[in-house]
């Protein structure tokens, strides 16, 4: 009985074991796990057909007790019995990987405190960054789940209407500001007809995934209210072909940070710790440009899923619901080029001396994350990643 | 060759034949088409397997011609050939209707002037009532798919926090002012892969639905700002089970009313006709309350899927997109509770003498209506009705 052979220092070890769907030339999508470089095809190395769905839904349904036992039996292969699994290996540069669930609903909420004090100041300066709501609930709204799209699909520039403060009439054409928002996704596994308390997360919720939720800010500044965000949004969100379970991420487990004023009953996590310390990364064209530290999220994902259902609403398996924009206090932890250039009035100085406040055409955009991991070193949720085209 | 015995004034004659998804005791859901006081058992009547799918997707996604050469079929069993239907009719009052459909997104909109005009004085009683972008851009948001449920579904009284004006702090609890809004909606059958323009409007939506979207202005005022409703109505939305095919609705066709200002070119409408003079009707516990009139609307559906679209946001079929409340200008023209009774400052008197300003556990209510016919008479686009059950 021989341990795997992995690459040294990889995020993607025994303590990860990601799922999504990969496919090759030629083969229908099905299930596989990140293990070092390559991935594994479950379905192959486990005989079980739901393996082979070319999608997580029907796993994800099944329910912690059955995560639990796939990842035990996939941390003693890759630990103790090797050779189960390396006849099912794939070199992971040669898979193609699609979209790993089919979303359900799709909510995003607004629950780091530094983005909503950084956008409240920039889109409502008369105002307190803060609404009176902020601390009392964790706010969210749909997004549209239709235009969820896997990791390296491409941000066709949208357009649509614009009026900027001093214009009397409203204009038409593509967005100006476009944007990113780095964010975390929880991904619903088990279904409920009614209220998911905070104790009840880790019963409903498989894992997380990165999301970015490609942003219009003219779009959006225009047409947000009262309603909220509607085609500023509905593009595209991309997310991150690995979903990390929640098993995988005993040891990013952190508190939250305190609540002033107290919160409601239902939002009560004391204890539960379901603060994830969690590093993100941004990087535009290759180089590194924000840091943001999910640790510091005022919100956890289960004060969010215990919100979202308190009002009775049903949950499905796949619904996928992102944290927010993560935005930590310093200027390189922002979340967000309006963030991270002040609106356009602080823009960003590339490396090649280039300055950038919104995306431009070809632009590439990558967010990746780490966290600590249960071996003492660290594990990666992959990344999430897209280029701009110009607007059609 | 005889014509089928129809009821007299019937609202499903020839010129309606709206489709559903039925069951009868110890069946399988399938496609019906309401015709008199029966349900033609589709699947049954043409031998066409994609009316025993338990769903309309699949039909909706063979699009137009191929509803025009069903609806041309029906047309001609009914009018000319009784005895091709007669063996599949089963009475209309023996199925149990189920969801017509699997909802993609649920978008609703905000097009009623009227309507928007009343809210905003409540909700924004130191502002204009329209904001700014109202008469620009047809305004909308996207609401929970997964609470999308058929008519007769019990309304759970949801609970969740509000916070009057005068109080310190929020409250969490049963809402006090739970709301219907009437709503006419449109279902896309063909996707789209962009933007969807305003004359390309009947090649992807294929009919009409009645909505309730349950609303509870407690939660909702207090949640809303700045990122839109979510608690406050996704708990459960209610359709009719029976989606009237645009082909239908010919006779219905007006112009919109007057646009000032302009509107931009993709939003320009001028000579298409898709005002649509539905009237609709609210009833609470079987007395008539309200007669909201839909031609008044100031955006038309055409214009709501091009906005929707028009930032490259894909179409899928099951893509359900909602009016917005309708109100007309008169009091008894208001298409919700808190319209009909000025947010509680003028309760409406019933007919045993109580008031309602908000619903009260134990009412049903039920939304009706009508439009012309091709035939000359009307047709019915059935009923949206639910009941309002305690908090759990």
Redesign the interface.
């Known amino acids: 009985m021989n341990p795997l052979d992995l690459p040294e220092g990889t995020l993607f070890g025994a303590d990860n074991l990601p799922y999504g769907v990969f496919s090759t030339p030629g083969s229908t999508p099905r299930t596989g796990v990140a293990i070092g470089d390559h991935v594994l095809d479950l379905a192959a190395a486990t005989g079980d057909g739901v393996h082979a769905t070319g999608s997580l839904d029907a796993f994800l349904a099944r329910g912690p007790q059955a995560w639990a036992a796939v990842r035990a039996q996939l941390v003693r292969w890759v630990t103790e019995d090797a050779a189960a699994v390396e006849p099912h290996l794939l070199p992971r540069d040669a898979v193609t990987m699609h979209l790993p669930f089919t979303v ?2 799709y909510v995003d909420f ?1 629950s780091s405190q530094h983005h909503a004090e950084n956008i ?1 100041c920039m ?2 300066p008369d105002s307190p960054p803060l ?3 902020w601390k ?2 964790p ?9 969820v799209a896997v990791s390296g699909t491409d941000v ?1 520039r ?4 614009r ?1 900027a403060p001093a214009d009397d ?4 054409g593509p967005s100006r500001r476009l944007d990113i928002e780095a964010e975390v996704g929880f991904v619903v596994g088990v279904p409920s007809d ?1 209220p998911v308390t905070v104790d009840a997360f880790a019963e409903h919720v498989f894992g997380v995934c990165l999301v970015n939720d490609w942003s ?1 800010r003219d ?1 959006q500044a ?11 949004k ?3 969100t991309s997310v991150s072909p690995w979903v990390v379970p929640l098993a995988a991420l005993e040891a990013a487990r952190v508190d939250p940070p305190a609540r002033e ?1 107290a919160v ?3 939002l009560d996590d004391a204890g539960l710790r379901w603060g994830l310390d969690l590093a993100l990364e941004v990087h535009l064209n290759g180089e590194h440009v924000s840091s943001p530290p999910f640790a510091q999220m005022y919100w956890t994902p289960a004060q969010q899923l215990a ?2 259902t ?7 398996t796949g ?1 996928l619901f992102a944290s927010g924009t993560v935005s930590g206090p310093g200027r390189d932890q922002r979340g967000s080029f309006i963030e991270l250039s002040w609106g356009g009035a602080e823009p960003l100085t590339l490396a090649d001396g280039s300055t950038r406040s919104f995306l431009e055409d070809g632009d590439t955009v990558t967010l990746t994350a780490t966290a600590p991991g249960t071996g003492g070193g660290r594990i990666g949720l992959g990344e999430v990643t897209g280029t701009v085209l110009p607007a ?1």
């Open positions: 359900a609903d607004y409240g889109f409502r609404t009176p709501n009392h609930l706010i969210g709204y749909h997004g549209r789940a239709g235009t066709v949208p357009s649509g209407q009026k009439l409203p204009t038409f009614g219009s779009l225009w047409e947000y209210v009262p309603l909220g965000p509607f085609l500023g509905s593009f595209l004023p409601l009953p239902y919100h979202m308190v009002n009775g609403a049903t949950l499905r619904d059609r």
